[in-house]
């Protein structure tokens, strides 16, 4: 089972800074079963980012992806008010499967 | 628009079962699978199963391999989700999300159903 560990637990940055988010795999993950979700509070999580790249409908460019095999990474360019949650990183494996990390607080400085 | 609409809050006692579902509406039920996942006070994401709603496949999480069982009744475009033996540590707020496609992505999500177990 491949384990996905995130870091740093909590980030504290202020708006209008850049956040750098990181998630590194047990084992080699392909780009394209590699996705990010943003939670707010009393809220069900959202899709951001699939394929490791790739923004999902509605999602705006300051959120970026990148990554390969073991070490991928989740920026938002400049943070706005609302972009301060949790993200969760996540792979999808065989059988099938789905692994998530266990989160980066984004908190306000 | 794409719809997962989830089953109330439950209170159990433990060593009972809750079932919950999860009604899906605003797209063709059988193109996509759907899966449960929870999440504990203040903890991360722990996914428990998943159905492919066209053939009933199903594949569980092994954490929870004996004691789920994941069910599709295509006639009204539902999943359950059912929990036998629950302990306190079971108290999570559960989830139902689409399989978007290809990857794995999991592009839409249900509201949350939280279950408590106490006694």
């Known amino acids: 089972e491949i384990v996905l560990t995130q870091s740093p637990g909590t980030l504290s940055l202020s708006p209008g800074e850049r956040a750098t988010l990181s998630c590194r795999a047990s084992?080699?993950?392909?780009?394209?079963?590699l996705g990010w979700y943003q939670q707010k509070p009393g809220q069900a999580p959202r899709l951001l980012i699939y394929g490791t790249s790739r923004r999902a409908t509605g999602i705006p460019d300051r959120f970026s992806g990148s990554g390969s095999e073991t070490d991928f990474t989740l920026t938002i360019s400049r943070l706005e008010p609302e972009d301060f949650a949790v993200y969760y990183c996540q792979q999808y494996g065989r059988s099938p499967s789905w692994t998530f990390g266990q989160g980066t607080k984004v908190e306000i400085k | 628009q794409v719809q997962l609409l989830q089953s109330g809050a439950e209170v159990k006692k433990p060593g009972a079962s809750v079932k919950v579902s999860c009604k899906a509406s605003g797209y063709t039920f059988s193109s996509y699978g759907l899966l449960w996942v929870r999440q504990a006070p203040g903890q991360g994401l722990e996914w428990m199963g998943w159905i492919n709603t066209d053939n009933g496949n199903r594949n569980y999480g092994q954490k929870f391999q004996s004691r789920v069982t994941i069910t599709t009744d295509t006639s009204t475009g539902t999943v359950h989700m059912e929990l036998r033996s629950l302990r306190s540590d079971d108290t999570a707020m559960y989830y139902c999300a689409r399989v978007g496609g290809l990857g794995g992505t999991l592009d839409y999500w249900g509201q949350g159903t939280l279950v408590t177990v106490s006694s």
């Open positions: 084992q080699s993950v392909s780009t394209s079963h």
